[in-house]
């Protein structure tokens, strides 16, 4: 995405002037503030999933249905922390 169209060109250039320490230390930089961005945003959601839920999926009245949502839901919440290191 916008992260690796930024990224990679400061990490080549950095790495064509022979200075990889230091282009190590950006990209250590950018996957930890990736890592616990996408943390601190999965981990709200997961505390504050039962109103985001009624927010988004208003209709889900039924105190099964909206049990078993809510859980799909705070299960899914991994997925953006892998994606957003895997990009």
């Not at 230091?22 to 990209?27: G, K, P, R, S």
């Not at 209709?59 to 997925?79: C, I, Q």
């Amino acid at each position: 995405g916008t992260v690796s169209a930024a990224f990679v060109p400061v990490f080549l250039n950095y790495v064509s002037k022979k200075r990889t320490e230091e282009a190590y230390a950006i990209a250590n930089t950018m996957l930890n503030v990736v890592l616990v961005s996408m943390a601190i945003a999965a981990g709200l959601a997961f505390i504050f999933a039962e109103p985001l839920l009624k927010v988004i999926a208003p209709g889900f009245t039924d105190p099964e249905t909206l049990n078993l949502t809510l859980s799909y839901m705070r299960w899914m919440l991994a997925s953006p922390i892998i994606f957003g290191v895997s990009s």
